[in-house]
């Protein structure tokens, strides 16, 4: 019996958190048994039944009161899957058969009554066991989603915290603007270097507008001999715009 209370321990479910969910490997903290533990409690499960029946004979008036071995069925097919499930309901008709309907001690069943009985616990057993592995296979495929998703906050929170670091520091500055080229983004390391307040320029001006002009020029001159390219620059002081390699006309 002390096996047996470690299997039922270890395989009913347990309070666990969704933090714990996400880092484990079993599904909503159920602890499914696997391989021969599996099978053993099986086995356990379906004699415990019988011998339940069995000390209960005189109240059940010799009936097989078959519907008992439902439960064990459903423990382990809830626990141990498809198989374990599919074992107790195997274990389950000949142990009926054998202990519970005439002739006593024997596979044979003379009733044809009893052969429906025996017949509809099969069918019961065989639907309840693949409804439990169709439970355990949905939960397996949310947790591996509860995890894949955990997993992607947390990258997004760091890909956040960083972004938000970035922004706000003095040291860099940041700049963004809509497809009209009009400032979305003005963060407080391009207020110190341009001299702007971010009041003054989002949703205002473009780049260009606060920009030196001569210093654009330089800069595209420079970022030209660099690139072999040669920059030509719309009036106005709007962006450089590349006309092809030097010696090309462009198109």
């Known amino acids: 019996m002390n096996g047996f209370a470690k299997l039922l321990k270890a395989a009913l479910p347990s309070v666990r958190t969704p933090a714990q969910i996400a880092g484990g490997t079993e599904p909503f903290g159920l602890g499914r048994l696997k391989g021969w533990h599996a099978y053993l409690f099986a086995a356990i499960a379906t ?6 029946r069995l000390a209960l004979d005189r109240p059940f008036e010799g009936r097989p009161a078959l519907v008992l071995f439902t439960l064990s069925i459903m423990v382990s097919a809830y626990v141990g899957g498809l198989r374990a499930g599919l074992l107790a309901t195997a274990l389950s008709y000949f142990a009926s058969s054998y202990y519970l309907l005439p002739p006593i001690h024997s596979f044979q069943v003379a009733s044809g009554g009893t052969q429906w009985q025996q017949l509809c616990m099969v069918l ?6 693949a409804l439990n592995e169709a439970l355990h296979r949905t939960r397996r495929l949310a947790t591996r989603t509860l995890v894949e998703n955990k997993k992607a906050e947390e990258a997004l929170h760091k890909a956040g915290a960083l972004q938000t670091a970035i922004f706000s520091s003095a040291n860099f500055s940041s700049i963004a603007t809509d497809e009209k080229g009009v400032i979305q983004i003005f963060n407080v390391g ?3 270097m341009l001299g702007y307040t971010a009041a003054e320029v989002m949703n205002k001006v473009t780049p260009a507008e606060i ?3 001569q210093e654009v020029i330089a ?3 420079a970022l030209g001999d660099r690139r072999c390219l040669r920059i030509d620059l719309h009036s106005q002081g709007r962006q450089p715009v590349s006309s092809g390699r030097v010696g090309h006309s462009a198109a």
């Open 47 to 52: 004699g415990t039944t019988l011998a339940v």
């Open 124 to 129: 019961s057993g065989v639907v309840i066991s």
């Open 190 to 192: 391009a207020e110190r």
């Open 211 to 213: 920009s030196d002009p």
């Open 219 to 221: 800069r595209a001159k």
